[in-house]
């Protein structure tokens, strides 16, 4: 949509306007924040990578790159996609995403997205012996959607998407959107949105490779990527690698059980993973890319069961996903987009039982994700008018099912994006939008939302969004058959369960008093009606039945506020705080474990003239509510104490396209079993990138060390 | 026409590679358990019970059932009952296992398990005399003869008040458990022997104390039952209903 919006908004320079409730900071790469809003098209980094292979330009390579380069980086920095399901630039957004670009991917030294995002405002990143997962806004992990380019991933466990399985040595950006964006994604977008962006090449010849490793009181840790990228003439083409290994490890042993029978409060991890990316200009105005990712994981790790049985549990699991799409207009006129994709995850889930072999357990699940969209983008005088529709075929074929699980979903969304005022002193942008569903299992589900922004002036925005959001019930909720072992109590899926809805609002006032200093105060309150929940079904021979039925409701509500300053291009950093409230409704009481009060922060210092890096990102949680329920239906409140994390990373780059860093992750070795944080962790490391950034900044020949 | 050949060549070895990539898809390779092989347990061994006046010679191992004397005396009792639909039934008095297929659950048996559910041969659960009571007030050790009070308990039907689905009897029943023989931990779905001592009655008129020790064997799997139990030495003669 992005493209097609920026040629009316060109001419107001600032605003834009609409709103979705979407305020989060980023850590930003230097120079974001004083960069000033333009008052020309912007070119998108997507399309200028992808004109970097446009043969219809009789330049040779050189001149070729330099034009690219002299493009993206005046307007790379400020793209965002995923909040319109458009590119679009990042001020000029209706709705505000955090947005984790390159260079602080870098410098935070994140190996994969759960540790990219632990320290961010509003999320929260949970671990257990499955993986990591997101809590976005308090709410559950299976309320957010994960996008890799746009593409839906499978593979979700227990409703949550694995975040450690995403590794960064081929993303560009991480966009995170706020808030219920069931209108244009459909299931799963309740809390919000996080999309990976690729990295697209821009060089003849771009090489990156980085090696790491660390020690902690867990054991060792090792970390290795890579990728080679090319884009001459029409073809761009980038391949990467990754492999990582981190120890499993125990936050709380249990007295008298002997170290190698303790649970793992979180497993062992290997993992490596491949992937390749091509972009092919075919026309003009036309352009076609190709994406596989594989990815295989390993999990280990010890488990106690009732009664002191010990488990070698061990999950294997593997993802394969591959997205293809065609986009047919030039930018700022009618577009239309073409993309299908498949995704093929399975995990085996071992249960080996040491001195026994009574409850070893193998289960080996397999599913199957494939996606078709088509999109249309068309400007209409003050209108931008995008169109859409969708199918998905999801299969799941796993042991504890009663049968193969599979549906299908036709989906069609429309969203108009009218600018209703624009005048020097106001803007006013108002965004309806509505989706409807299909569902072979659930029906018919009606999502609209209405977003707006309005621009006061050059230093104030306000935005407001108001949606609904839906989730689907998972295969597990509706054909499920477990039987406990221990009791004998049985849980069945329930083949009639309707989709869990939502209603989520966000508002935030923006004031960027100067170009280095951004202030950002909202609030939000996301209500989930129908959520799936267990219930006693009847008793049967072998013991009580449960099943799942829609009867559960909840509330999360915040206050959040964030600054962001950069008051000399080398230094950025961002202050966060967010109040939480939530209730659970089916007992009456809040949430389990969510903290009242989290603040966040990170100050990224990146002096060239030295060659010197330093990052620090911090966050601060309060207590956190935990409740158990007894066998005599007594609760126990138990509380879980403040936490204070850290990770500090500095960097020195001695010749221009090697960098050498060393890190610590959790400098304050915070966590416990209700927040299973990796323990304090040093590593060190060396990074290679060609071209470097210099390299690539020269044609530009910008002051780097202009201050605001 | 170079350009030409170079792109062509490009897009050949971006197929190549990403037809590679696809082969990758499921080749993790098949987990398996590693199998464990249990000690083996010697057969020809024999538990000898001094059973008030006479010596009995029990066997080792019936069926799913395996007696061990221990050093102070006591003998225990392991009942593999791991199934969930299947009653595993044991004659207290010869120390014999019984079939589990018999429809009308006729037999010698005395005492019968599934998973966590202890029944007896009498009531709902059978057609022999047996019948059990929790003593209370007293320990295993310390109950040396048969209470002159005994409120025998015959096996009844499942009530609606508790919220389990198995039959009502000594062992088994009362709102949330209050009356089974273990506690149970909703978080961690253990259970746990409460220190309670019963009396069984057996289809030869013996009285039997009995204290249930554990619902885990030692690799931790549940429904492998233990229980220490003893004759005593003077029988009861009548029943009184429940």
Redesign the interface.
């Known amino acids: 949509m992005a493209p097609h919006a920026t040629h009316r908004r060109s001419h107001r320079a600032l605003a834009l306007a609409s709103v979705m409730g979407v305020f989060a900071l980023c850590v930003h790469a230097p120079g974001a924040l004083s960069q000033p809003r333009r008052a020309t098209p912007a070119p998108t980094r997507d399309n200028v990578a992808r004109d970097a292979t446009e043969?219809d330009a009789p330049h040779d390579d050189d001149e070729a790159i330099d034009d690219v380069l002299s493009d993206s980086e005046l307007w790379l920095d400020r793209v965002v996609v995923t909040a319109s399901r458009g590119e679009e630039q990042e001020d000029d957004s209706v709705e505000r995403s955090l947005v984790i670009r390159r260079d602080a991917i870098d410098r935070s030294g994140a190996r994969d997205l759960g540790e990219l995002l632990e320290e961010q405002p509003n999320i929260r990143v949970l671990r257990s012996v499955r993986g990591q997962s997101i809590e976005m806004d308090g709410l559950d992990p299976q309320y957010t959607l994960v996008l890799v380019d746009g593409d839906r991933m499978p593979g979700r466990t227990a409703g949550a998407i694995d975040l450690g399985r995403y590794t960064l040595e081929d993303v560009e950006r991480v966009e995170v959107v706020r808030g219920a964006a069931s209108s244009l994604y459909g299931s799963d977008a309740i809390a919000g949105v996080v999309n990976l962006v690729p990295r697209a090449p821009s060089a003849p010849l771009e090489v990156s490779a980085s090696l790491a490793g660390g020690a902690g009181v867990m054991g060792g840790v090792f970390d290795g990527s890579g990728s080679i990228g090319?884009a001459?003439?029409?073809?761009a083409?980038r391949?990467s690698f990754a492999g990582h290994t981190a120890p499993s490890f125990t936050l709380r042993p249990e007295p008298g059980v002997p170290a190698d029978a303790q649970a793992t409060t979180a497993s062992a991890r290997r993992q490596w993973s491949?992937?390749?990316h091509?972009w092919?200009k075919l026309a003009p105005h036309a352009r076609a890319d190709?994406r596989?990712?594989?990815l295989?994981r390993r999990l280990e790790g010890v488990d106690?069961?009732?009664?002191?049985?010990?488990f070698?549990r061990?999950q294997?699991?593997?993802q394969?996903s591959?997205g293809t799409g065609v986009t047919v207009g030039a930018r700022g006129k009618t577009q239309l987009r073409v993309r299908g994709s498949y995704g093929?995850s399975?995990e085996?889930l071992?249960?080996?039982?040491?001195?026994?072999?009574?409850?070893?357990t193998?289960e080996?699940s397999r599913e199957h994700l494939g996606e078709i969209r088509m999109q249309l983008d068309t400007p209409l005088g003050d209108h931008l008018l995008s169109v859409g529709v969708e199918q998905l075929v999801q299969v799941l074929d796993a042991p504890r099912l009663v049968s193969t699980g599979h549906r299908t979903r036709w989906a069609g969304f429309v969203q108009d994006e009218w600018t209703a005022v624009d005048t020097d002193a106001v803007v006013v942008a108002i965004v309806p939008g509505a989706r409807i569903d299909v569902d072979t299992q659930f029906g018919t589900r009606f999502s609209p939302k209405l977003a707006t922004r309005v621009d006061l002036g050059e230093h104030v925005v306000v935005r407001a969004s108001y949606g609904w959001g839906f989730r689907a019930p998972s295969f597990q909720e509706l054909l499920l058959h477990f039987?406990?072992?221990?009791?004998?109590y049985v849980v069945d899926g329930n083949p009639a369960l309707g989709a869990e809805t939502a209603r989520s609002g966000h508002a935030s006032v923006e004031l960027t008093p100067v170009d280095a200093l951004r202030i950002t105060a909202g609030v939000f309150r996301t209500d989930v009606l129908g959520m799936i929940t267990t219930m006693?079904r009847a008793?049967?021979?072998?013991?009580?039945q449960y099943s799942y039925v829609n009867l559960a409701t909840a509330y999360t509500q915040g206050v959040d506020f964030n600054v962001r300053f950069q008051p000399w291009s080398w230094l950025t950093g961002s202050v966060g705080y967010v109040l939480l409230g939530t209730h659970d409704g089916e007992h009456d009481r809040p949430l389990d474990g969510r903290p009242a009060h989290r603040a966040t922060g990170s100050i990224a210092i990146d002096e060239r003239a030295s060659r010197f890096s330093a990052s620090v990102r911090a966050a601060v949680s309060s207590e956190r509510v935990f409740y158990?329920?007894?066998?005599?239906?007594s609760v126990t409140r138990t509380t879980a104490p403040w936490t204070a994390q850290l990770d500090a990373r500095v960097g020195y780059a001695p010749w221009s396209p090697v960098e050498f860093f060393v890190g610590v992750d959790n400098v304050f070795d915070a966590g416990d079993v209700s927040l299973a944080l990796s323990p304090r962790t040093f590593y060190a490391g060396a990074r290679l990138r060609v071209p470097t950034r210099e390299d690539r900044e020269a044609p530009a020949d910008r002051g780097a060390e202009a201050g605001p | 026409m170079k350009?030409a050949i170079?792109?062509v060549s490009?897009?050949v070895?971006?197929r190549i590679?990403?037809c590679a990539?696809?082969a990758?898809?499921?080749?993790?390779?098949?987990?398996?358990?590693?199998?464990?092989t249990?000690p083996p347990i010697d057969d020809a061994g024999v538990v000898l019970l001094d059973a008030g006046a006479d010596a009995t010679v029990w066997p080792t191992r019936s069926g799913v059932f395996t007696h061990a004397l221990q050093a102070d005396g006591t003998l225990v009792t392991y009942a593999d009952a791991?199934s969930?639909?299947l009653v595993v039934r044991l004659d207290l008095d010869s120390g014999e296992a019984e079939g589990t297929d018999d429809p009308a659950r006729e037999g010698s048996w005395d005492i019968g398990f599934r998973?966590?559910y202890v029944v007896t041969n009498g009531g709902v659960s059978g057609s022999g005399p047996c019948a059990a009571a929790e003593v209370q007030g007293v320990s295993y050790d310390a109950l040396v003869e048969v209470p002159s009070e005994v409120v025998w308990r015959l096996d009844a039907m499942?009530s609606e008040e508790d919220?389990?689905?198995g039959e009502d009897t000594a062992f088994n029943g009362g709102v949330?458990?209050a009356e089974d023989w273990y506690?149970?931990?909703?978080?961690?779905?253990?259970?746990t022997p409460r220190a309670r001592v019963y009396l069984v009655r057996t289809t030869e008129q013996r009285v039997v104390k009995l204290q249930l020790e554990g619902?885990?064997?030692?690799?931790?799997?549940?429904?492998f039952l233990h229980f220490r139990w003893a004759f005593l030495d003077t029988p009861s003669t009548e029943i009184s209903a429940p």
């Open positions: 043969g090319s001459r003439g029409p073809l083409l391949l491949v992937g390749g091509g092919w190709l596989v990712d594989y295989q106690r069961g009732a009664g002191g049985a010990v070698n061990t294997l699991g593997e394969l591959v093929l399975r085996q071992l249960q080996d039982q040491r001195q026994s072999n009574a409850l070893d193998l080996d039987e406990n072992p221990t009791v004998g006693t008793s049967g021979p072998t013991g009580i158990a329920t007894a066998d005599d239906g | 350009r170079h792109c490009s897009a070895a971006a590679a990403l990539l696809i990758f898809a499921a080749c993790a390779p098949t987990l398996r358990p590693e199998p464990y249990p791991t969930a639909t998973r966590f499942d919220d389990d689905a949330s458990g506690d149970y931990d909703l978080a961690t779905h253990t259970l619902y885990y064997d030692d690799a931790g799997t549940a429904a």
